[in-house]
């Protein structure tokens, strides 16, 4: 890992650059496929699932049997714990849950807001060296619990053609109405336009490589909305003498394994912290499965020294990391004062590894500094916000003159008619 010390300001944006390609580079591409996909269709998505994917096959949609045997293939200890997770996700995201917001702004004047679902959803969960299984219940539970009536899930297949079973495990457990083979940017396009066997959807969730990103955006200019810019993984840990060596670079691997654009990040006010972390980085990374991977993220990451808390948390919001563990003694002062963060985990106990599995908070979050302006995926992610309001005779007559003023300033003739009119009905009313 690159070491820096007290990095001065003016060079921070150098210093915490992403390791990403920029959209330019390979927006051509996605272009490209996505007019494919809304000229011909099917047609296009299996041409270049065949291209990408390396497979071919004539119902792209899972079928009933594929779920039963991908059910029954599943560890009974591994069914246990996505049934825990899925537990804890509910609980946290039901708590979300808000209430009708009425008032009366003005005698007879009502105002209200509800929370209405997105009718119509779909979740991209990336499949390859790591399927994300958990990404299911991060999306699908919460879509449940706001009511979207369908739920529809691309999941790119494997060489046999086949989606992971613990995806469909999954997904079957959460009430996904319709799993797709298909993943990259094809899927995205797909759900954007839909096609003959794959439903266009108002809004898509869900992570994925930079491709995938850089589709999803592309999908806005089609009506299409989007959860969040959400693409490498990213992870940026505070720390000083009180944190653990030996945890604080288990969490560092633990992102760097995503990925190798995933970008790992530790910030300390302990140069002691950093010689030890550094150490227990080359010693746990020799046994990871992922070493390779792990490795080259490693490379594109940072150890940096600052000298104090203030220095190190406008360095973060700097940063605005995807997920922030905060591992020091005057922790309060981080989670008080941070303000652009996806996620934040506290305390030499609390690993990143929770909140992507089983704590109950939403693992699908901004990053690339979209922290800085985006939420997390929550409840109200699913939702829309809708306004109401209904007027009495008496309330026309209270706000009616205000609203004539302000249309006849604007010049807009029309607007003041639509008013003029009740207010002399009102009159006429009185009369009688």
């Not at 990391?321 to 996620?343: L, M, Q, R």
Request: proline share 5%.
């Amino acid at each position: 890992m690159n070491k820096i010390f007290n990095p001065k300001p003016e060079t921070w944006s150098t210093i915490l650059k992403r390791p990403t390609q920029t959209i330019e580079d390979i927006e051509l591409t996605v272009k490209e496929i996505f007019k494919e996909v809304q000229k011909k269709g099917d047609e296009a998505v299996a041409k270049y699932t065949s291209l990408f994917d390396g497979v071919a096959f004539e119902n792209i949609e899972v079928s009933k049997s594929e779920i039963d045997l991908a059910i029954a293939s599943i560890p009974e200890e591994l069914k246990i714990a996505i049934q825990l997770a899925k537990s804890n996700i509910e609980k946290f995201h039901s708590a979300q849950k808000t209430a009708k917001v009425q008032v009366e702004t003005a005698e007879g004047v009502y105002c209200w807001q509800e929370k209405r679902p997105i009718q119509k959803i779909g979740l991209y969960i990336p499949g390859g060296t790591a399927p994300l299984f958990s990404t299911v219940l991060m999306l699908a539970v919460p879509a449940n619990i706001a009511g979207c009536n369908e739920i529809v899930l691309c999941s790119p297949p494997d060489k046999k053609g086949n989606i992971n079973p613990a995806i469909l495990f999954a997904a079957n457990l959460c009430g996904v109405t319709k799993i797709l083979k298909v993943g990259g940017i094809q899927a995205i396009a797909a759900m954007t336009f839909g096609t003959e066997s794959i439903p266009k959807v108002y809004k898509i969730f869900g992570p994925g490589n930079q491709f995938v990103t850089v589709a999803k955006q592309l999908a806005t200019q089609f009506g299409v909305a989007i959860d969040m810019p959400a693409g490498p993984s990213e992870l940026l840990i505070v720390a000083d003498d009180s944190a653990v060596p030996a945890f604080i670079a288990s969490d560092l691997l633990s992102q760097a394994e995503h990925g190798t654009d995933s970008q790992v990040i530790l910030v300390s006010t302990s140069k002691n912290l950093i010689d030890e972390v550094e150490k227990e980085i080359q010693s746990q990374i020799e046994v990871l499965p992922r070493k390779a991977i792990a490795e080259k993220a490693i490379s594109n990451s940072k150890l940096i020294y600052v000298e104090n808390d203030e220095t190190a948390l406008k360095l973060i919001d700097e940063y605005g990391p995807e997920h922030f563990i905060i591992c020091t003694k005057d922790e309060d002062y981080f989670v008080d004062n941070i303000g652009n963060a996806g996620s934040v985990f506290i305390g030499n106990y609390t690993p990143e590894s929770a909140g992507d599995y089983a704590s109950g908070t939403n693992h699908t979050l901004p990053t690339n500094g979209y922290a800085k302006n985006y939420s997390g995926v929550n409840l109200d992610s699913f939702t829309k916000s809708m306004t109401f309001q209904k007027i009495s005779e008496k309330g026309i007559q209270n706000i009616g003159k205000a609203i004539e003023i302000m249309a006849e300033a604007e010049g807009l003739q029309a607007h003041k008619n639509a008013v003029s009119l009740r207010l002399a009905s009102c009159k006429v009313s009185k009369t009688l």
